[in-house]
């Protein structure tokens, strides 16, 4: 049985780039080359990436870029991108949770969730750090992502947040349910695909807390951790992480 980011991102491709929050990519690559020190020598690895739209900005501006992802309608729209802009993609068919790579790359990224934290259970988010890790070079590695921010929900409503006006065409989530014991939302995500079919999903993904996201990377050898606000398209060292950020921004090197 297939799980729901499975039927979601099945025919889900051109939609999700006219999504509100898809539209941060250009700004959010310039904090990325930022971060990268302007090498273009590093392999980077981006993990979940959907329709390539961070892999195929870099890949512009001259790095190295290999994007994987388990949706193989995602990943046929990110290469029909890339080919459309007379760009070489390396993107792959593969499942976060069981990464193949041995100390690979030079850094790796996973934004917009990228997977994590969709999974069923905490061991299966937890299984897609453990593989970022393995792939990444055993020194001078970074690793930068967003996940949900824990502390949102404790201080805010998910449910208003989430019904806040949208564009047209743009997915819905509504029957928000917060578990404090599991620090996971469970809704009910609306879509169209990109066939014009409507889709109604039951989703639930896992928000974390801070000292949660230090202790994991910790366990995986990362020694220096920032958590930061992740703000849409502006990514920035300065924006300290609040209560009111839906999302966060990890940046983990060792």
Known sequence: MSQWYEELFGNYAE?????????GTLGECDFLEQEL??????????????????????TRRGYNVTGIDLSEAQLGHARAKAAKLGL??????????????????????????????LMETDEMNYEILKGVSRSL???KAKFIFTTLNGLFPLFNSIESFCAAPKEAGNA??????FDLMTFRDHNITTVEDDSGKKMELACNERYY???EITWLLKSLG??????????????????SLTKDDFEMLVIAER
């Open 88 to 117: 070489e993609s390396n993107f792959l068919k593969l499942d976060a949770r069981a990464l193949p790579f041995e100390h690979e790359f030079d850094a790796a990224i996973m934004l917009c969730e990228g997977g994590f934290p």
């Open 137 to 139: 070079k055993y020194t």
């Open 172 to 177: 819905t989530y509504g029957k928000n349910t």
């Open 15 to 23: 939609k999700y780039d006219q999504e509100s929050f898809t539209q």
């Open 37 to 58: 020190g302007y090498d273009k020598d590093l392999r980077i690895l981006d993990v979940g990436c959907g329709t390539g739209r961070h892999t195929i900005e870099l």
């Open 209 to 211: 807390i801070p000292p």
């Open 222 to 239: 990362f020694d220096k951790i920032d958590i930061l606000g992740a703000k849409l398209g502006a990514f920035s060292r300065t924006d």
